[in-house]
């Protein structure tokens, strides 16, 4: 599985867009881009997912680049309940592999 | 509701004593795994069962043995539990594995494990 790069923390005002890098350079042709997130002490939550083209939900929005060699996750309206670590994954087998994520601090 | 439930959410206990963690999921998911989440918050894979087999075991001490009674169980059980046991344990599940596919995993909500 290809390893990912995220800064270790960033901040975001509440009601701003909050934009999450991550770079995959060596990503390969079948593996996703997966976005989850850990709030404090709970479950890791899945957000979205995407291979090729940009995908949208009701949580954020995944734009992968055309060399797909880095995506950006975004929360259009971050509150503070968005506070959490993200982790980018790229996946290709049948397991997730968690690196350090990016700690997001969303304050008033 | 539909989820991923964990039993207990806290634990503790004594070095040396052998000590159960149950999980269960009511997705209808035929893939379940279990994490561990250091105290340095690293997230890392133990094993995954599909369909109550073993199909991921990433070099795990044998004191910890995966039991899958059926696709929608899976429980950890460990045995002479050792101070650097102490971690979170999370199940997780989702349908279907293989290179490439596009499906989540549902987490539950952690056991806290202390060894004192």
Known sequence: DAKTTQPPSMDCAEGRAANLPCNHSTISGNEYVYWYRQIHSQGPQYIIHGLKNNETNEMASLIITEDRKSSTLILPHATLRDTAVYYCIVRGTDKLIFGTGTRLQVFP | DTAVSQTPKYLVTQMGN???????????????????????????????????????????????????????????????????????????????????????????????????
């Not at chain 2, 999980?23 to 369909?51: A, P, R, V």
């Open chain 2, 18 to 116: 052998d000590k159960s963690i149950k999980c269960e999921q009511n997705l209808g998911h035929d893939t379940m795994y279990w994490y561990k989440q250091d105290s340095k918050k690293f997230l890392k894979i133990m094993f995954s069962y599909n369909n109550k087999e073993l199909i991921i075991n990433e070099t795990v001490p044998n004191r910890f043995s995966p039991k899958s009674p059926d696709k929608a169980h899976l429980n950890l059980h460990i045995n002479s539990l050792e101070l650097g046991d102490s971690a979170v344990y999370f199940c997780a599940s989702s349908q279907g594995h293989g290179r490439g596919l596009g499906y989540g995993y549902t987490f539950g909500s952690g056991t806290r494990l202390t060894v004192v």
